[in-house]
């Protein structure tokens, strides 16, 4: 989608608009220019973006038990253009932190698909530490360092008009089969972006596989190689994008994702029976991959052709064929985002999104071998999210979301009341 905003490694958009004035609703950051700091570090090629998100959410209707909860993330980013501060040409630096607290209303509702945004990784912490370099003209670009792949793959600008966690930022799905990083968790990485001709890109990445290295606890500075190795690539087509382009635009990726890890089997054991029953450890599998398509084509324009305002449709669909393994084997989200609804509020976005997730059968094969020897274990066969939200862009540094969520056989047991959950977000551009 082709806007004038600019999205932020919090998940969610400002608009990247001219300077305005001075008065408090008129201008770019809550807190201003810092005296004049903020424009001196610009000239020198220096960026610093500090952002604030949190999410207040209840469930008064179904869940675990009804409670009210808050969520909060407070992020810092510097990015130093290295060609205007040291000559270096196309080279870019890039250091982020990042603190959350509060609770994750998740818990309560008892589902699997997170209703807050800032949902997790409670603590403060380093997250990127990564050098970039352009050539040719930004034909080709390298980012190396302390990187999460969701910065990079999986992602679209149309993602962050949402709360729930399972379509901000990246699709949540692949979480729960391969250890892939997200914000605010990064790991040792190194990622190859070549753009062949203007409408398309070729993106392939390669990361620090170990999980343990998001743990709150490690803060972030656990800088080491352990782990297993993560692949990824990506093919888009961005259509009708060019300059000029008299047609409405749209964006086709097409990708896939390897892991060297080792992965549980979900219900055999090492002789072939019901690990449940048995006892014994679960057969251990090398390696897992899956694949992924993403869809967004805008199909309406108000305006005029080039204008942001209008709507579109986005699909995201993930496959994780090994069932024996991947405890999430399909999954699915959609949805419409219209930008500038009213002429009055060009900067406003509404939007209603669907999450599905689909439970291997494997797994409900090892839960019912759990029920028959009387643990009470669910048997999980799918969870289901509708939302509705919308932005309203209060100032050019607030953002106001009110956001309702509906969850569908919460954690995919049957066992917990289907769940209601309103609220709402604010995002602040500090």
């Given at each position: 989608?082709?806007?004038?905003?600019?999205?932020?490694?919090?998940?969610f958009?400002?608009?990247?608009?001219?300077?305005?004035?001075r008065?408090?609703?008129?201008?770019?950051?809550?807190?201003?220019?810092?005296?004049?700091?903020r424009?001196?570090?610009?000239e020198?090629?220096?960026?610093?973006?500090?952002?604030?998100?949190?999410?207040?959410?209840?469930?008064p209707?179904g869940?675990?038990?009804?409670?009210l909860?808050?969520?909060?993330d407070l992020?810092?980013?510097?990015t130093a253009?290295?060609?205007?501060?040291v000559g270096?040409?196309?080279?870019?630096?890039?250091?982020?932190?990042?603190?959350?607290?509060?609770t994750?209303?998740?818990?309560?509702v008892g589902?699997?698909f997170?209703?807050?945004q800032?949902?997790?990784?409670?603590?403060?912490?380093l997250?990127?530490?990564?050098?970039e370099?352009?050539?040719?003209?930004?034909?080709?670009?390298?980012r190396?360092g302390?990187i999460?792949?969701g910065?990079?793959?999986?992602?679209?600008?149309?993602?962050?008009?949402?709360?729930q966690?399972?379509?901000?930022?990246?699709?949540?799905?692949?979480?729960?089969?391969?250890?892939?990083?997200?914000?605010?968790?990064?790991t040792?990485g190194?990622?190859?972006?070549?753009?062949?001709?203007e409408?398309?890109y070729?993106m392939?990445?390669?990361?620090?596989?170990?999980?343990s290295l998001?743990?709150?606890?490690k803060?972030g500075?656990?800088?080491s190689?352990r782990?297993?190795?993560?692949?990824?690539?990506?093919?888009g087509?961005?259509?009708n994008?060019?300059r000029?382009?008299?047609g409405?635009?749209?964006?086709?990726?097409?990708?896939?994702?390897?892991?060297?890890?080792?992965f549980?089997d979900l219900?055999?054991?090492?002789?072939?029976g019901?690990?449940?029953?048995?006892?014994?450890p679960?057969?251990?599998h090398?390696?897992?991959w899956?694949?992924?398509?993403?869809?967004?084509?805008?199909?309406?324009e108000d305006?005029?052709i080039?204008?942001?305002?209008?709507?579109?449709?986005?699909?995201s669909?993930?496959?994780?064929?090994?069932?024996?393994?991947n405890?999430?084997?399909f999954?699915?989200?959609g949805?419409l985002?219209?930008?500038?609804?009213f002429?009055?509020?060009p900067?406003d976005?509404?939007?209603?999104?669907?999450?599905?997730?689909a439970?291997?059968?494997?797994?409900r094969?090892?839960?019912?071998d759990a029920?028959?020897?009387g643990?009470g274990?669910?048997?999980?066969s799918?969870?289901?999210?509708?939302?509705?939200t919308?932005?309203?862009?209060?100032?050019?540094?607030l953002?106001?979301?009110?956001?309702?969520?509906?969850?569908?056989?919460?954690?995919?047991?049957?066992?917990?009341?289907?769940?209601?959950?309103?609220?709402?977000?604010?995002?602040?551009n500090?």
């Open positions: 989608m082709e806007s004038d905003e600019t999205p932020t490694r919090r998940g958009l400002f608009p990247n608009l001219p300077a305005a004035g008065s408090l609703a008129e201008r770019q950051y809550l807190t201003g220019d810092w005296g004049g700091l424009s001196g570090l610009r020198l090629g220096i960026t610093p973006t500090l952002t604030f998100v949190t999410d207040v959410q209840g469930n209707v869940g675990l038990q009804q409670r909860r808050e969520t909060d992020g810092l980013d510097i253009n290295l060609e205007r501060l270096w040409p196309g080279g870019l630096f890039g250091v982020s932190f990042s603190m959350r607290s509060g994750n209303l998740s818990a309560d589902n699997v997170t209703v807050a800032a949902c997790c990784g409670h603590t403060y912490r997250v990127d530490v990564y050098l370099q352009s050539l040719n003209d930004h034909a080709v670009n390298i190396v302390r999460a792949a910065d990079d793959f999986l992602t679209s600008p149309l993602y962050l008009a949402f709360v966690g399972a379509i901000n930022g990246n699709p949540s799905g692949i979480n729960f089969n391969v250890p892939v990083t997200a914000y605010p968790v990064a040792w190194a990622r190859v972006l070549v753009k062949p001709a409408s398309l070729v392939a990445g390669a990361y620090n596989g170990d999980p998001g743990e709150n606890a803060h500075v656990d800088w190689m782990g297993p190795l993560f692949t990824i690539g990506e093919v087509y961005r259509h994008h060019r000029g382009a008299t409405l635009p749209g964006n086709y990726k097409l990708g896939g994702f390897y892991s060297t890890g080792s549980p219900f055999r054991d090492v002789q072939g019901s690990a449940a029953l048995s006892g014994l679960p057969e251990i090398q390696g897992n899956g694949f992924y398509l993403l869809l967004d084509q805008k199909v309406y305006g005029g080039g204008s942001a305002r209008g709507l579109t449709p986005f699909v669909l993930l496959f994780s064929p090994d069932q024996h393994i405890q999430l084997p999954f699915a989200n949805g985002v219209y930008q500038g609804p002429p009055a509020r900067l976005r509404a939007a209603v999104g669907v999450v599905y997730g439970f291997s059968e494997e797994l094969r090892s839960q019912r029920r028959s020897v643990t274990v669910g048997l999980q799918y969870e289901l999210v509708l939302e509705l919308y932005i309203f862009q209060a100032t050019r540094w953002q106001v979301q009110p956001d309702v969520q509906y969850i569908i056989n919460p954690g995919g047991t049957g066992k917990i009341p289907n769940a209601l959950v309103v609220g709402f977000q604010l995002a602040l500090l």
